[in-house]
């Protein structure tokens, strides 16, 4: 057993996504130091990975066995190619199928044809390959199923070059590291804003001078008068709340912006075992339910099944500085259910997938479980957006406008929108919620310098 190590698990983002020049996460992060000597080696910072990290792996199948890697990367091979194919459908009018998970299903099906003889184990692993990687791309967009993800606006995003890493000091690294070029006390946590006036006229007690339009007012009770607002709350909060948050409420534009854009979960569920079961080299543990097809519906009893949906797990790097320590990840309603479970609940259907999947009836049981519970945290319900079937960029372009909407407003800029949401080709990422900040801030740079 290791000494006791600093124990880090990151409970939100995980990695960089694309750690290369065009980056501004990972650019900061060089700046300030943060990152180990690998993660800004110029090779890494070229390998197109497309959004999928290339990590040496390996993959258990549900009859206890670890499978043939060439079988494996067949499958996942086609399944990416057809994932890449969906960028032909950007801008078009009439796309064959709304959602990327219907276009993926009619492809599969004519391209796995039905093998002759014995060949029907094969084709039947093969589909079990890919329905799994179904489940990883549910994970990376955020969402219950690809049936819920638009087609035609599927190839906006856009993903950058560079092999993904993490903090070895955390991701907050990187906000304490920004937090401590600001003054003393400019930043208070722990304010909850139970609703944001807008369009007003608010006067400071004792000053008949100055009259603000915005007032936001905390939980607490505690106000604060202002001429500008940046939101930056989550799209699931504002899903939910901003009817009682905005007075007055958010034009009509908006409020169906922030309906029709996608937003779901995606948990992680950390496991610390005494001794690793895997080899050291091995960095991702994946999982393959042989009796699954992307061609036939899951069963729906939650209950029952839920675990099926996790898709594996990291390695965490280095275990001198974490332990033992896997990270699997888990998307969707299945992902939703996980998080009404005990600990103890969670811990033992966990231990009954690997033992399953490793053939050991024997595995000892991890040591102890932490999950994240992005669904039932009441200012996130969710992990981050997605463009769903019936939305588009324009969406994510409506989101993020400004308000009041008309430009000839004597007072503009009340409230400014931030986000992952808002940025219509980096959604669902650190970067693009980083930009989208820095993106309002110029916003409000710019109308000073006018004035």
């Known amino acids: 057993s290791l000494p006791a190590a600093s124990g880090l698990a990151e409970m939100g983002a995980h990695w960089i996504h694309g750690p290369s020049p065009g980056n501004p996460v990972f650019c900061l992060a060089s700046r300030y130091g943060l990152l180990g000597p690998e993660a800004a080696r110029e090779e890494n910072q070229q390998v197109e990975a497309g959004g999928h990290p290339p990590m040496p792996s390996v993959t258990y199948g549900s009859s206890g066995k670890v499978l043939n890697p060439k079988a494996v990367r067949e499958a996942r091979d086609l399944f ?214 992307p061609l036939e519906e899951p069963s729906a009893d939650l209950e029952a099944t839920w675990f099926r949906k996790l898709i594996g797990f990291v390695v965490l790097q280095p275990p001198e500085q974490h332990g033992h320590v896997l990270c699997g990840f888990i998307a969707g309603k299945e992902s939703e259910h996980m998080e009404t479970l005990s600990d103890a609940e969670v811990l033992s259907a966990m231990t009954r997938v690997l033992r399953t999947m490793t053939g050991n009836a024997e595995l000892p049981a991890p040591r102890s479980v932490l999950r994240s519970r992005w669904h039932s945290a009441p200012y996130t319900r969710g992990s981050y957006s997605y463009v769903a079937v019936g939305s588009s960029g324009d969406d994510i372009d409506v989101l993020a406008q400004p308000l009041p909407e008309d430009p000839r407003d004597p007072r503009p800029l009340q409230l400014l929108f931030a986000g992952e949401a808002t940025h219509r080709t980096f959604y669902s990422t650190t970067h693009g919620a980083l930009l989208s900040g820095w993106r309002e801030a110029e916003r409000l740079n710019q109308l000073f310098q006018a004035s």
């Open 80 to 293: 990416y190619a057809l994932l890449a194919s969906t960028r032909a459908f950007q801008g078009s009018k009439e796309p064959p199928w709304p959602s990327v998970g219907q276009y993926l299903r009619a492809e599969i099906a004519r391209t796995v044809p039905t093998m002759a003889g014995g060949q029907e184990d094969a084709r039947q692993l093969q589909l079990a390959v890919l329905a799994a990687c179904l489940k990883l791309e549910c994970c990376i967009s955020g969402t219950h199923s690809l049936d819920l993800v638009g087609l035609e606006p599927f190839g906006e995003y856009v993903s950058l070059p560079g092999l993904d890493c993490t903090f070895p000091g955390g991701y907050s690294s990187l906000a304490e590291r920004l937090l401590s070029d600001l003054p003393e006390g400019t930043v208070l946590l722990n304010k909850a804003v139970r609703t944001i006036q807008w369009q007003g006229s608010f006067r400071e007690e004792g000053d008949d001078a100055r009259v603000f339009p915005v007032r936001v007012e905390c939980e607490d009770g505690d106000v604060f008068l202002a001429d500008h607002a940046i939101v930056t709350v989550p799209l699931g909060f504002l899903k939910e709340r901003h009817q009682e948050l905005f007075q007055p409420p958010l034009p009509e534009r908006k409020a169906q912006a922030i309906r029709n854009l996608g937003f779901g979960t995606n948990n992680k569920i950390f496991l610390e075992f005494e001794q690793p079961f895997w080899e050291p080299e091995q960095q991702l543990l994946e999982m393959v339910w042989e009796d699954e097809s």
